[in-house]
């Protein structure tokens, strides 16, 4: 797929009419175009052919980033330097904002177009009507061929392309090579929902290295068998198992995507009670359209973009509460997809609830059990899709999967199970409820469904196994995968907040999201200025930009592990407090009630502890700085063994001292 609207050789660019290069930007462009957009391709063609006379080399215009939904303004391959260059027509500043989109677009490059990797990188800004300014040519602390982004007016741009590549060593590059290579993103879960909803599809957006090509085959898997139900007018679950940051959530909205559908009748809805992450995809869904929009000269509402992006997206538990008001009347989509399934209530748990909040005695449903049983309302044909983590529990009443299996089992004999085959691992804890399902004709189990190596980080793809030593507290195996991940994926320890805040300011790039977090059981960070009992808003957390006190990028707002779960930051500070202790008798687990902290014995709240660790410390794309705060003799509340012993563990495993 040609990813440019226009690309040529220099020389050719410079001897063809300016009308006929307009003329097939013109045709490329699949929206309405503003009058400012096609003055600002004008200008930027004139600007251009002055300055590239003296320069062989290659040029591509609105050259795409499916990752980011959005496009460079201009790539120029010259000798052995990738210029990108983001043009401001008629700006006179150069905006913090403008800065961060080049360099932005730069670092994509870098980190995901495999023709890229080795070569020197130049992003530029050119405000055409800023005043003249020489900028300073100099690379990042990251050593990664990236240069520092670059700032400059129209007049200025000749002088700086040639500095650049006076600056510049290495081989020269083959622009139909480099033009040819393969782009292998690993987007936020974020920034997937805003290229699935704009109609990209998971190749565009995903990485094709064979280890990570079940994606596209587990997506192909479920709409196969949605599929065959549909055509067979049957009944089917699907459980798709995966490590942390395999891409299970992007699946569900790669399903949910492809199925909405209402003429074909394969409607279907994104299901979480992962209120945050509702709240956060849906807001950024519809802060994207509405900026599109406005981009292509179309006004529209926020609310009104907003009420059918909540179609896509919504909230189980107002699902679960619509279901309730009519117990006869099928839902209207015919496909569930069910988000961090094994999060979903137990019946204690439901009973409880429903008696408290809704005012329903005696309900005896768990909640896998009723939401099944709404799907099971269609006369036709009906598809649910659970989306399964492993060791991710971190909150009372959550059922595990079992519960799913045991309902299906009990209550819906017909329905065709279809499993993943690692379903069966010990983190899953589904192996009493599977043994149920043995003797049943219609169950299914397929490789395809499991997702095995996480995306998140696309530095380090084993770094889910690398915690999972740490929790174990296999101390060998942590030092072997940490040598592994170590190179590309830093991970430094410290005592001290100031300084984790600075390694994050110095390692974040251009719009590079970084903060803390930390336990929601951390109440004895206060003394370090974290509240956990203050209320954050994730939505301004994790969506909105440096300048506002409201985000991530402040470091004043912490989030929690139920704050992050299902969502990443690239760069992360982990700041640990005494609620969960190393000691040789293993990990310990407190709460902090009244003056003091109390044991927790439920081996239930044990797990949930562990797993909220697990949760924090797997977020980051990019690296993280872990913080264990020293002790204080003044305070009973925070003496030096509460800390020094977790430290110590973690010190032994290697990591970098800050």
């Known amino acids: 797929m040609k990813r440019d609207f226009y690309s040529d050789s220099i020389n050719d660019f410079i ?55 959005r496009r460079i303004d201009v790539v120029l391959i010259i000798q052995n330097v990738i210029f990108i260059l983001e ?61 520092f982004p670059i700032k400059t007016n129209s007049k200025l741009l000749s002088f700086i392309i040639n500095s650049v590549l006076e600056f510049s060593d290495g081989e020269y590059i083959d622009a139909k090579n480099w033009s040819d ?34 994606l596209t085959q587990t997506s192909d898997s479920i709409s196969e068998i949605i599929e065959k139900s549909k055509t067979f007018n049957e009944k089917s679950i699907c459980l798709i ?28 809805v994104f299901l979480s009670g992962n209120g945050p992450l509702v709240a956060i995809l849906r807001e950024a869904l519809t802060r994207d359209k509405v900026k599109r929009e406005k981009e292509n000269g179309v006004k529209i509402k926020k609310g009104e973009v907003m009420s059918r992006v909540k179609v896509f997206i919504q909230n189980v538990h107002h699902f679960r509460d619509e279901c309730l008001i009519d117990v006869n009347s099928a839902p209207f989509d015919h496909i569930a997809i069910f988000d961090e399934a094994q999060r979903a209530w137990n019946l204690a748990q439901t009973m ?41 529990e971190i909150n009372t009443g959550e059922a595990g999967i079992s519960e799913w299996l045991e309902s299906i089992n009990r209550s819906y004999s017909d329905w065709s199970v279809y499993i993943s085959s ?64 170590k190179d590309k994926y830093p991970i430094v320890l410290t005592r001290n907040l100031s300084k984790a805040k600075k390694w994050l300011k110095e390692k974040a790039r251009g719009s590079e999201r970084y903060g803390i977090v930390v336990s929601s059981q951390a109440q004895r960070l206060k003394p370090h200025a974290i509240d956990v009992k203050s209320p954050i808003d994730p939505i301004h957390w994790f969506l909105d930009s440096k300048e506002d006190i409201r985000s991530s990028y402040f ?104």
Request: hydrophobic residues 40%; glycine residues 6%.
């Open 15 to 69: 001897n063809k009419p300016i009308d006929e290069i307009r003329g097939i930007l013109f045709e490329n462009n699949q929206f309405n175009l503003e009058l400012s957009q096609k003055d600002s391709w004008n200008k930027q063609i004139i600007i251009l052919k002055d300055i590239l006379k003296k320069h062989n080399g290659s040029i591509f215009f609105e050259y795409a980033i499916p990752r980011m939904g």
């Open 87 to 147: 043009f401001k027509v008629g700006e006179k500043e150069y905006l913090s904002s403008a800065l961060d989109q080049v360099w932005d677009y730069a670092l994509d490059l870098k980190n995901f177009h495999k023709t890229s990797h080795q070569h020197l990188i130049a992003p530029i800004l050119i405000a055409t009507d800023a005043k003249d300014f020489i900028s300073e040519i100099y690379t990042t602390s990251h050593n990664d061929n990236v240069l």
């Open 181 to 214: 290579g393969s782009y292998s993103p690993t987007p936020t879960i974020i920034e997937a929902a805003m290229a699935l909803y704009n109609n990209h599809s998971v190749a565009d957006i995903s990485r094709s290295d064979a280890a990570a090509i079940n």
């Open 241 to 268: 198992t995966g490590v942390p940051g395999a891409g299970k959530t992007l699946v569900g909205l790669d399903i949910a995507n492809k199925h909405l559908n209402k003429e074909k009748g394969t409607t279907s």
């Open 352 to 392: 409880s609830f429903m008696q408290q909040k809704k005012n329903v005695p005696n309900f005896s449903f768990s909640e896998p059990e009723f939401l099944i049983s709404c799907l099971d309302r269609h006369k036709d044909w009906a598809v649910i899709i659970c989306l399964v983590g492993g060791g991710q």
């Open 422 to 485: 690692k379903l069966t691992d010990s983190e899953y804890a589904a192996g009493e409820a599977l043994k149920l399902l043995e003797n049943r004709k219609n169950v299914f189990y397929n490789d395809k469904l499991h997702l095995s190596v996480s995306m998140r980080s696309f530095r380090a793809e084993y770094l889910s196994l690398f915690v999972k030593n740490i929790l174990d507290i296999d101390i060998f195996e942590a030092q072997r995968n940490y040598n592994l991940v």
């Open 555 to 658: 470091l004043e707002d912490v989030a929690t592990e139920f704050h992050v779960q299902g969502l990443e930051l690239d760069w992360s500070c982990v700041t640990w407090d005494a609620d969960f202790r190393f000691s040789e008798k293993g990990w310990q687990t407190f709460s902090f009630v009244g003056d003091k902290w109390h044991n927790i014995k439920k081996d239930e709240r044990k797990m949930y502890l562990k797993n909220a660790y697990r949760v924090l410390l797997t977020r980051a794309r990019q690296g993280m700085v872990i913080v264990v705060p020293e002790g204080d003799l003044e305070d009973h509340t925070r003496k030096t063994e509460y800390y020094d012993c977790t430290y110590n563990y973690l010190k032994e495993i290697g990591f970098t001292i800050l």
